[in-house]
């Protein structure tokens, strides 16, 4: 079992539509979980980090965290099509390292 | 967010060359850095942990004598890829830890290594 799991997707959404990703991980014991974007040939930067469970809201961006589920997920409201990317779940384990999913890439349809 | 940059964004070397890469904090302390690699359509790969002032921590299956880290500041990292070798053609990514800041880690534009 990979210790952060996303779907690899692609996933198309309409232009003004939410968007939905989702994450899993394995270390029970972890923290603190990070959203990146990543565009193509770029490197990732940071949307937001969750610490306590439940709903983190910023601008358009709502992250939610389910630790009893081991759990975290990325809304993203009105999107647009600049957000088409790669979004990359990454999770501090118990270990102190910030283990990356494999990414979702979203892909905004105006 | 902080800023972290690397040099160079792009290189292209001939197979059996070394190449060094520069990772630099540009607005805060770093006493620990780290390297990643990204092969095409993958996620970022931890290569290891650099600390400032003592050896590296390298993941497993990552060769320490081929990529040599050197943290010989708090704000400068570099990266060491001796012998290269086509198969090390990636995009490498660094980051820097701000422990002040909910550790999070700011991410440098990453270098695109090309080894013909």
């Known amino acids: 079992q990979k210790e952060v799991e996303q779907n690899s997707g692609p996933l198309s959404v309409p232009e003004g539509a939410i968007a939905s990703l989702n994450c899993t991980y394995s270390?029970?014991?972890?923290?603190?979980f990070f959203w990146y974007r990543q565009y193509s040939g770029k490197s990732p930067e940071l949307i937001m980090f969750?610490?306590?469970?439940g709903d983190k809201e910023d601008g358009r961006f709502t992250a939610q965290l389910n630790k009893a589920s081991q759990y975290v997920s990325l809304l993203i409201r009105d999107s647009q099509p600049s957000d088409s990317a790669t979004y990359l779940c990454?999770?501090?384990?118990?270990?102190?390292?910030?283990?990356f999913g494999q990414g979702t890439e979203l892909s905004v349809k105006p | 967010g902080a800023v972290v940059s690397q040099h160079p964004s792009r290189v292209i070397c001939k197979s059996g060359t070394s190449v060094k890469i520069e990772c630099r904090s540009l607005?805060?302390?770093?006493?620990?850095m780290f390297w990643y690699r990204q092969f095409p359509k993958q996620s970022l790969m931890l290569m290891a942990t650099?600390?400032?002032?003592?050896?590296?921590?390298?993941e497993q299956g990552v060769e320490k004598d081929k990529f040599l880290i050197n943290h010989a500041s708090l704000t400068l990292s570099t990266l060491t890829v001796t012998s290269a070798h086509p198969e090390d053609s990636s995009f490498y990514i660094c980051?820097?830890?701000?422990?002040?800041?909910?550790?999070?880690?700011?991410f440098g534009p990453g270098t695109r290594l090309t080894v013909l």
């Open positions: 980051s820097a830890l701000d422990r002040g800041n909910y550790n999070e880690q700011f």
């Open positions: 270390d029970r014991g972890s923290q603190s």
């Open positions: 969750i610490y306590s469970n």
């Open positions: 990454a999770v501090y384990n118990q270990g102190g390292k910030l283990i």
């Open positions: 607005d805060f302390q770093a006493t620990t």
């Open positions: 650099s600390n400032e002032g003592s050896k590296a921590t390298y």
